[in-house]
């Protein structure tokens, strides 16, 4: 009688986080327990924080009647004053990693991604243009490259922009 045993040495999948739902009018977010959702003066800005990854979200909606023809021209406007104000705040020390603007997959918006490295951080934004809005999503944290990288696109699979 010939027994056959097998081992697994692949560590399996750690669990995933249990994650907290923020439904609003113009998006939808998931983000683990840790985040904690702060208090804005503003309507339609929201902020969030985890101290555990060192990171801070912001995401807000300005509404606007943005023509078709003008909707490039306004989405390349708002890369170049979201890279403006870096500058202004840190003059030679922005590092720019990606800056976009093109079609959205579902055609409804134009879709913006800037990312650059300031000095103590990672800067992160990505923007829809839509007929009737802007919807801004600007994620903060450390300034490790690979690991804000991950944050940023563990956090992003998680948000649904209403568009238009």
Same mark, same amino acid.
């Given at each position: &009688? ?8 692949? +560590?399996? =999948?750690? %669990?995933?986080p249990k994650l907290a739902e923020y439904s609003y009018n113009e998006f ?8 904690? +959702?702060?208090p804005t003066p503003e309507d339609n800005s929201f902020n969030f924080y985890? @101290? &555990? ?9 300005? !509404? ?11 989405? @390349? ?7 403006? /104000?870096? @500058?202004?705040? !840190? %003059?030679d020390q922005v590092e720019v990693i990606r800056r976009t603007a093109h %079609? ?8 913006? &991604?800037?990312?650059? @490295?300031?000095?103590?951080? &990672? ?12 919807? #801004? ?5 450390? %300034?490790?490259? /690979?690991? =804000?990288?991950?944050? !940023? #696109?563990?956090?992003?699979?998680? !948000? ?5």
């Amino acid at each position: &009688m010939k027994v056959n045993y097998s081992f697994s040495f692949t +560590q399996p =999948a750690p %669990p995933k986080p249990k994650l907290a739902e923020y439904s609003y009018n113009e998006f939808l977010l998931d983000l683990p327990s840790h985040w904690k +959702q702060l208090p804005t003066p503003e309507d339609n800005s929201f902020n969030f924080y985890s @101290e &555990m990854d060192g990171a801070s979200i912001t995401i807000s909606a300005d !509404f606007y009647a943005i023509p078709d023809d003008k909707a490039v021209r306004f989405a @390349e406007n708002c890369l170049e004053s979201r890279h403006h /104000a870096l @500058e202004t705040q !840190f %003059p030679d020390q922005v590092e720019v990693i990606r800056r976009t603007a093109h %079609p959205h997959s579902g055609g409804s918006a134009i879709e913006l &991604m800037y990312g650059a @490295e300031i000095p103590g951080s &990672m800067y992160f934004y990505l923007g829809y243009v839509t007929s009737r809005k802007i919807l #801004n999503f600007t994620l903060v944290c450390k %300034p490790e490259r /690979a690991g =804000a990288a991950v944050l !940023f #696109n563990s956090i992003i699979s998680n !948000f649904r922009p209403r568009l238009p």
